[in-house]
C-alpha cells in the first residue's frame, strides 16, 4: 500500500504523526504531571498545521491529487483538529461531566464537517479543480483553541486554576472556558458561513 502514496500523502502522515503525538503528551502529562509534555504537545499542533497546509500545496504542484490522498487528509486533521484539541483541554483540566459532552460535541462537529466538505467537495468547485469556498469553519481552526490553551498553561492557568473556574450544574462540573469548543465546533457546521478559500 504504501508504494501507493504519493509525496503529499508522506505529509499528510506527518500531520497525523503530530496530532498522535499530541494526545500521547496529553496522557503523559496527565500521567506524570510534567508541564514540559503538555507544552510540547501543544507545540505539535501547530506543527500538523504546517503539514496540513504543505500536503496540499505539494499535491498541487506535483498535479498527483487523489481520493485516496483527500481521504488521508481528513483523517489525519481528525486526529490533529478534533481529537487532540480535545485531549489537550480534557488535560488542562476541562474535566467535568458537561465538560466531555462539549468536548465530545465538537469532535463530532469536525468529523461531521470534513465528511460533509469530502461529500461536497465537486458540487462546491462547479467544475474546477479547486473549491472556491468553505461551508463552515475549517477543522484547522482548532489551532487558535490550542493557543488559548498554551498561554493559560504558560501562565499556570490549568488544573484548579483553569480561567474562569468552574460551575456545578446539577450532577456534573462546567469548566466554561470549554464553551470556547462548543463555538468552535458550531462554526465547523454551519451551512450559512461561507469562508473564501485561498
Known sequence: MLRDFQLADWF??????????????????????????????????????????LDGRVARWRKQASVLGRELDSLADVISFGVAPAA???A???????????LSYFVACGVSRLARYNVTAEALAGGDDKVKYFEGTPIPTSLVLVMV???????????????LGGWRLGPWLLHPLVLLYAVSGTLMISKTLRIPKP
Open 149 to 163: 490553551l498554551a498561554v493559560a498553561a504558560y501562565l499556570g492557568h490549568i488544573g484548579e486554576a483553569l480561567w
Open 88 to 90: 489537550l483541554a480534557y
Open 12 to 53: 499528510t502522515l506527518g500531520n497525523a504523526f503530530c496530532g498522535t503525538g499530541a494526545i500521547f503528551a496529553a496522557m503523559r502529562f496527565l500521567q506524570d504531571g510534567v508541564i514540559r509534555d503538555l507544552m510540547i504537545g501543544m507545540a505539535l499542533i501547530p506543527l500538523a498545521f504546517i503539514f496540513d497546509a
Open 92 to 102: 488542562c483540566g476541562m474535566q467535568g461531566g458537561w465538560d466531555w459532552l462539549v
